[in-house]
């Protein structure tokens, strides 16, 4: 059987080939094999593609020609200085040779390799070029960072080379959160009850998986991010039907039905619709999906409905839980983005009635695809209003916006802004 490190580079390969996260990759590739092996290969690969603009800095270093390798070959040579830099395996271990046979790096640039210091990679840059190099972020990401004036940049890079905080969300139609506290604490967990949210838990250790146990099959509670439960709090409302335009796979919509006994989720995917359905029967909440083009509005508002626009985004905010990511994000994909965003939030605009109010999300950090969308749509009469509960830091437009950050809040990151239709 192939070494988890052999397997943690033909994993972090096929993620970056074919754009697919790393974790739903390893589900389908090593969904037989035994838990360890399994933490050790997704270790490993997070690992290399967190640091992968170091990685490639050292290597280039150490003589490697890496604009000829194929992507594979490369993955193999970034996994072979992870293993060797940054997690202090040594060349004569049989499993790093092997990995360094796959690499096919000649014996002096593996000499040079195991010379270099992690600093040399950065050493001679200032500013952003090092930040760059340090935290192997992309420039145009760090430029959007500073354009946003993202607090305190270099702790927010730190923090997102580590894995995320773990949320979860209490069924509170169900159950208590005391009470899940004590069923599941008899199962070895570890958790501090959330003193900004009241159904919601941070799971501090926990034994076997997270999402096997008892109380998670019988919808006791949902794997969520406190930041994307947050939006559930800011668009309740008593009066009023809820309504996601970009429901799956139902996270916030489940929520809103789990406070307010019932919600309707559109997505364009059927594939989407199938898993708000499946969530929904779990969790025992009432959502009917409706599969569809939300940018031509599917639905009749009436009345006072709450609309949700979470539309697809670049993902930076959650770069502790997909680093890979950083590695294929590109400036277009954030122009194809903004633009499917601002006409969601444009068609729901012009569809709601008055009074409608609309709660606009995003688990990413570029002002076009956030200040920029709401603004965009606030020629239409969407005016911003405030939000409770208010925990991020206040943001465009009025500063009643609010933007969650992984280093301050513990969160992914996140844009979350409510509008009402005047
Ligand atoms: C970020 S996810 C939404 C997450 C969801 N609100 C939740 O809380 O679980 C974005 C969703 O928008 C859907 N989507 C993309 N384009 C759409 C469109 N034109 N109309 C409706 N849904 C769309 C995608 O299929 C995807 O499921």
Redesign the pocket.
């Known amino acids: 059987m192939e070494s988890p490190w052999m397997a943690a580079a033909r994993l972090m390969a096929e993620s970056l080939r074919r754009r697919v996260s790393l974790k739903s990759l390893a589900i389908s590739m090593y969904s037989r094999a035994p838990r360890g092996f399994k933490a050790e290969v997704r270790s490993v690969a997070v690992g290399a593609v967190r640091n992968f603009m170091l990685l490639d800095r050292l290597l280039l270093l150490a003589g490697a020609n890496i604009e000829s390798m194929s992507l594979e070959r490369l993955c193999y040579a970034r996994v072979l200085a992870y293993l060797l830099k940054l997690r202090g395996a040594s060349l004569n271990d049989p499993k790093v040779g092997e990995v360094a046979r796959a690499s096919r790096l000649d014996g002096r640039s593996l000499k040079m390799l195991g010379r270099l210091e992690v600093e040399d990679a950065y050493a001679g840059l200032e500013g952003l070029d090092k930040l760059s190099i340090k935290y192997s972020m992309p420039m145009w990401i760090l430029e959007s960072l500073v354009k946003v004036g993202a607090p305190r940049l270099e702790p927010l890079l730190r923090r997102l080379q580590r894995d995320p905080s773990r949320w979860i969300r209490v069924s509170t139609h169900r159950v208590t959160r005391e009470e899940l506290v004590r069923r599941l604490s008899r199962r070895g967990f570890k958790l501090k009850a959330d003193s900004d949210l009241d159904d919601v838990l941070q799971v501090l250790s926990f034994k076997g998986g997270i999402t096997e146990t008892p109380e998670y099959r019988a919808g006791l509670y949902h794997v969520q991010d406190k930041a994307?439960v947050l939006?559930g709090h800011v668009a309740r409302s008593e009066v009023g039907v809820h309504v996601?335009?970009?429901?799956?796979?139902?996270?916030?919509?489940t929520?809103l039905a789990q406070l307010e006994r019932y919600g309707v989720?559109?997505?364009?995917?059927m594939a989407?619709c199938s898993s708000?359905r499946e969530l929904a029967r779990r969790l025992r909440v009432a959502v009917d999906a409706v599969l569809?083009?939300?940018?031509l509005p599917?639905l009749r508002l009436r009345g006072r409905s709450i609309v949700?626009v979470?539309?697809?985004?670049t993902n930076l905010g959650r770069l502790c839980y997909e680093p890979e990511v950083k590695a294929w994000m590109t400036e277009d994909m954030v122009r194809e983005f903004a633009k499917?965003q601002r006409?969601?939030l444009r068609a729901a605009a012009e569809a709601a009635p008055r009074g409608t109010v609309v709660v606009y999300?995003?688990?990413t950090f570029t002002r076009d695809e956030c200040e920029r969308v709401v603004e965009d749509a606030l020629s239409l009469g969407l005016e911003p209003v405030d939000q409770r509960p208010f925990i991020g830091e206040a943001a465009a437009p009025s500063r009643k916006a609010q933007r969650l950050y992984p280093h301050i809040h513990d969160t992914a990151g996140f844009y979350i802004a409510k509008l009402v239709k005047v």
């Open positions: 994307s939006v996601d335009l970009t429901g799956g796979p139902g996270g916030k919509i929520h989720a559109c997505d364009v995917s989407r708000i569809c083009d939300s940018r599917p949700l979470d539309p697809p985004c499917l006409s969601l999300s995003v688990c």
